[in-house]
Every structure is written in C-alpha cells, then in structure tokens.
C-alpha cells in the first residue's frame, strides 16, 4: 500500500473529538486511507446531532485481512458502546470502549499494517485513574517503551516538558541529568529523522530567574552540567534560561524547541501563542502516535463550535510522513 492506513481511536466519547473529525474531512482530502476505531452507534447518534450526516461516507469493516481501504471512506472498525444518547456525561462507563479501542490499535499496528496512531482525547481523572500521568505513559507502558516524550510540535516552535502531568510539589525530586539527557536525545533524533537536522534546544530552569533561597539549586547542580555535557557532545543546546523571558518573539526565534521541567511552564505560553496550531508528538514509541492538542472539552459538547485545526493538523503530518 503505497499510504499506509491512519489508525484513529475515538478516545472518550463524550467529546467533541467526533465533530472536530466530521469538520476535518470536510476540510480537507487526505491520501491515506482513515480507519476509525469507534462505536458506529455513537457514529450515528453524532451525525444526526451534529447534521453531518449527508457529508460523510462510510464503511463498516470486519477484518483488514481482506478489505480494500479507501481514503473516499471512513473505514469503521466497530466498537460496543452502550450509549442512548448523542452526549453525556463523562464517566467510567466509558472505559471498556477506550480500551477495546486501544487494544485494537496496538494489535494492528503489531500486525504491521501501519504504523501510525491517533487517539481522542480521554479523561484523565475517569480512564487513566491516577495509575498513568497521561496517555503518554499508558501507551509507552502498553508497547514496552522505556524511554519516551511529549513533544508540543509546531513548525515554527516546539516545546516538551520534561515532566508531564505531574503535581508542582514532585517535579523537583523528579528531576534528573539522566531523565534530560533521554529527552534531549529523543528530540534531536525526531528532528534529524523527520526534518535532516539537529535542532537549537534552550532549556529552561526549575527556579524563577534560575536561582533559588534553598541550599541546592537544581539549576545549578543538574541542569548546568547537563547542558554542558550534551553541548559538549554536538547537540545543539544552551541554558538554563529563565522562563519568563524566553518566549519573547526575540528569544524565541532563536530556537527550535523550548524545553521546560514542567508542563505548565512551557505549555501555557506555547498554547497562548499558537492555540490550536499544535499537536501532540510522543517520542520515543515503535510508532508514530499524535493527538491533538485539546481534551475533551466538556463545556462544548453538542454546540458545533469546536475548532478542528489542531486535528487537521495530526492527520496531515501522517500522511505526509
């Protein structure tokens, strides 16, 4: 197959990923064939609601062994959902249906169909139960990968903290020269293999300004000797910078990727600047795996109003790449 098939799990389905996926179609045309892991039921019950209906062709699969792709189709691999309604609340009871929805995507993927993933949003607080950070780590533990990252990439700018969904209180005794050197490592490598460069890292400090009244300084005693090693090695990176400055239009054209010690630090003035111009990139897997950038936006479910660019954005990286 000279496109390999894009694996689409709905996530949580109570969410606006279904409207944001009816919008992308009708956006754009892509040359990959779209095979979406989800409920046809909810499919329906969405389409009516949503009135996207008339626009959407579709097909229901029962095997890849011996079904043609189309990318003229929405190819439906179909997921048991116990759902009377076209929204509601979000909750446990939708576990079952993420996970089914998963567990198919990695068997396919492990049948070297393709390669390459994107999952809805899911709830963190209802599917991952506190035994995952995000699913960042759901999938690096469902495919044995020890050594992964976040990547919030866009062309222009990308950012990656180097600890995800993590309470503030942890993140300094999570903090390590090795946990960064494995970042670091896995951003230079997805540049080089995806673009034929080594990026300009900066990396930010813990601390405001990169100083601190304590008597260890984390700037000082990790991330210094860190930057130094690494820079040594031929990676082009420098810091600590102080996060308060370093998104300014004038620092941060200087680089490729802002590296941050938490998530808020480097996700929150990445989302001011770019909104919905961004996906999620994990590093680090045996295949490629994005997201958009949102969550399942609870407070919009129903109204039609969702902007479906970040979306647009995961499916056309796979499909050029």
């Known amino acids: 197959m ?14 606006i990923f279904l409207e944001i996926f009816f919008k992308s179609l009708e956006y754009k045309k892509f040359k990959s064939p779209l095979i979406l892991i989800s409920s046809l039921k909810l499919l329906k019950l969405q389409m009516r609601k949503l009135k996207f209906k008339k626009n959407i062709k579709l ?8 079904c043609k792709l189309d990318n003229k ?38 049948q070297n169909i393709t390669d390459k993933l994107i999952n809805g949003p899911i709830s963190k607080k209802e599917f991952l139960d506190k035994k995952y950070l995000g699913i960042t780590e759901y999938l690096a533990k469902k495919s044995g990968s020890k050594k992964v990252a976040m990547l919030i990439f866009n062309k222009d700018l990308s ?21 960064i050197c494995e970042k670091i490592l896995l951003i230079n490598k997805f540049y080089y293999i995806n673009f034929g460069f080594k990026p300009k890292i900066a990396v ?25 090693q690494l820079h040594n090695l031929g990676y082009k990176i420098s810091g600590p910078y102080s996060a ?29 600047l770019y909104e919905y111009d961004a996906i999620n990139i994990t590093l680090g897997l045996p295949f490629k795996r994005i997201s958009p950038d949102h969550g399942p936006n609870v407070e919009m479910l129903g109204k039609n109003s969702s902007n479906p660019f970040s979306l647009i954005k995961a499916i056309s990286f796979l499909d050029k790449n």
């Open 159 to 179: 950012v990656c903290p180097i600890t995800t969904h993590l309470p503030i209180k942890m993140v300094s005794k999570i903090i390590t020269k090795k946990l």
């Open 2 to 15: 000279k496109n390999k098939p894009i694996l689409i799990v709905n996530g949580e389905p109570n969410s």
């Open 204 to 228: 930010l400090g813990l601390n405001p300004h990169c100083e601190t009244i304590d008597n260890f300084s984390e700037d000082e005693k990790i991330l210094k000797p860190t930057i130094k």
């Open 244 to 272: 308060d400055t370093i998104f300014l239009k004038n620092n941060r054209k200087k680089f490729d990727v802002i590296v941050g010690m938490y998530h808020d630090q480097v996700l929150t003035p990445f989302k001011t």
């Open 59 to 66: 097909v229901n699969i029962r095997s890849l062994d011996d």
């Open 73 to 110: 189709f929405i190819n439906l691999i179909n997921i048991n959902l116990n759902q009377k309604k076209a929204f509601e609340k979000i909750s446990s009871k939708s576990n079952l249906f993420i996970k089914n929805s998963f567990d198919i995507a990695l068997k396919i993927i492990n």
